[in-house]
């Protein structure tokens, strides 16, 4: 499992270990974690968990993921090299030790859009931090905005724009981390 502080502030107990964390941190909840959450003003979470993480990474059960916490805003922004999207690894089986998710955080400037695509061999989930904008999901539009989450399942078509006015920027997961992109326009593809 892991949590990323929306807004807020959290201290995180887990055994004799207290950390702040604010909205510029990501923890990995290592298998059987056992903590507490408090916040004196109210904060937000994101909270995802991956039932029976074994199953998609090998190395799981004999070489389990530890609590690590990490800060965002330390990780490099990415630039893509067809547009001014920005890339920011939240988790990482090289940041996390686990190839059973992968997160990003996704900045889209005003009006950007991405190529139409689809992954094979992930499930796909997102979470809208702040703007608005709208997803395709086989070529069928939705509107989005702050605090709206978007599945996308194994080799669903999708792409985003942002709102021709205001940047569109979501965290996005997959489980497993390691799979395959796959571009409907092959000139198209995205690289950062």
Known sequence: AWLQVLDGEIVL???ND???LSDAHVALLSPGFSGTVS???GASLLHGQIPDAARLDARFTKEPPQFRVMDWTREPVLDSEHDARKRIYLVTPKLFG???VKGEMIIYPP???AANHH???AEHFMYVLRGRGTVYANEKPFPVRQGDVIYYPDRERHYLEAAKDEEL???EFFAPAEHKT???DASQVCTW
């Open 18 to 20: 207290r950390q702040t």
């Open 98 to 100: 686990t190839k059973a």
């Open 39 to 41: 916040a004196t003003r």
């Open 182 to 184: 796959v571009w409907v």
């Open 13 to 15: 107990a887990h055994g």
């Open 119 to 121: 992954h094979e061999g």
């Open 111 to 113: 009006g950007t859009a």
């Open 169 to 171: 920027v979501f965290a």
